[in-house]
């Protein structure tokens, strides 16, 4: 390894991103398998791009950027739970909705100039400027999820496999939506300054979906993914050292590429059953 | 399928019906026993249910003893899933009461195994057989629990009796449909439930794997005198074990005896199409539909043998396909 990359990477931006990566993919590939399970794929994409306006505006009024996009995603996605699981998977809906947040985000970006500075980051990420005070909120979400989830864990996931027989054995299953939609929210709102909000999917779905091939059980499946993701985070900030191309853009390679890999596999195995 | 293998599967049935013939009337005998010394499993007092401003059924005035196999049946879009929905409260009856196990319906749910119709139809998640059926131990517990010993031979037993212990560390979206329902039907009886509710458990099996759980459900009543209620359209694989029959009927649901519901007129009014009942001198019962007294202006669509020889040939014509053939 060279000087000039070595001291690149020892830079504090440098050291607080590869921070915020490793706090990011924890997360991530926690609700990842969820969200995959869950089949909200969708849902969870829409909710970046409805935390836009949020971003937006919140920029045009001064506020950090990550509250109005916090404040958004939680309202998109407590609206969305709020009709039930079912709803998330009304991809026209969600859809149609997501195209007027888009274009409100970009009507508050056009209303002053620093939310307009701010789009490009806010639309594909900004890894690189992470501050120590955003680093605590990352640090934040991880903790309230690594205490919420194992206490729900179990009624999330019987929820999640069968509704329908866990709401006959009393499960809350309108509870748990709400709960589960929330902590994608707020995932996807401390991801969405990694990759930013067009490229989400990369980081919560796509190695959440690669995890499936290699692991055979919820628990191993989320290793996986926050695995798949931290190799994504980390590969990709070392490659925008190391060489001029975009973080987010090599982030997503490496996720994508590990995914196709495990398609790839997927489709081996079978040919051999 | 030719009339030979017609013939080899309808001798089948019978074959079954037969073996299952001697301990269905013991059962009987020792039901009456049993119902008579405690509550019924399910007691409906003048339920009436509606979804929205619809009323799906009105008057539903019966009782049904423990340890009893009762199939539920009508035709679609009649309120057979709707009722058991209601016997777990998944659904508020908007008038009258439903009793279950002894209990105001959902009140006693921890004593129900439920398998619904689209148990796991569309899975994404990697989930195992055995986690599965974990799910019906302690899927309802919040925080962190080691599985015991005695919870993991729960489960291998529940696995076994449902016949799908060998393939109990395959994924579900690994499984046919088949398999699936053997896991949900594991899960519902990990947790030793008292009533068993099926919804349309037949719908994605073969004759095979009909007859299997078939004789997964006797062992089930005739053994541990569980109490169970089946959604079916097909009466004839499950004849052999049947005690009764709750059937809904002009909006109205009603129980009766097995022996009152085999009746030819009853069934006709029930589907709205001619239905005949035979019994054989061995004393088995089947239902068909009976060809000759269908109205005349009905058309039957079937194929003949050579068609049916063609329909299955790989150079067949693909018009070959859509070609239907009326008998009358």
Redesign the interface.
Known sequence: MNASLLSTLQTPFMVNAFIAGFLISITAGIIGYFVIARKTAFAAHALAHIGLPGATGAALLGLPVSLGLGVFALAGALTIGAMGKKASKREVATGSILAFAMGLGLFFARMSSAANAQMQSILFGSILTVSPSQLLVIAAVDVVLLVVLPIIYRPLLFSTVDENVAQAKGIPIQAMNMIFMAMMAAVITISVQAVGTLLIFALVVTPAAAAQVFARSPLTSMLWASLICLVSLWGGLFIAAAVPVPPSFAIVTISTVIWAVSQSLVRSLRKEL | MSETEQHNVQQSVQQGAQENLSAHHTRQHSTQQHGAQSSPSVRFTNATVTRGHRVIWTDGNFSIPRGTVTAIVGTNGAGKTTLLDVE?D?LHLSNGSVEVLGLPAGKA??K?G???Q???S???????AE??VR??L????????RMSDQQRDKITQALQLAGIENHR?L??SEMSGGMRQRV?IA??LVSDPELLLLDEPLANLDIAGQRDLVDVLAHLAEDLGMTIQIVAHDLNVLLPILTGAIYLLDGHPHYAPIGQMMDSELLTHLYGTKVEVLKTVQGDMFVRPDPHVEPENRPIHTHTPAEAARFHSDNKPADDNARQMEVR
């Open positions: 777990l998944l749910n921890e129900i439920y398998v619904p689209n148990y796991a569309d899975i994404d998640s990697n989930i195992t986690q599965s799910l019906g302690d899927g309802t517990r919040f925080g962190i629990h560390k994924r579900l949900a899960q519902a």
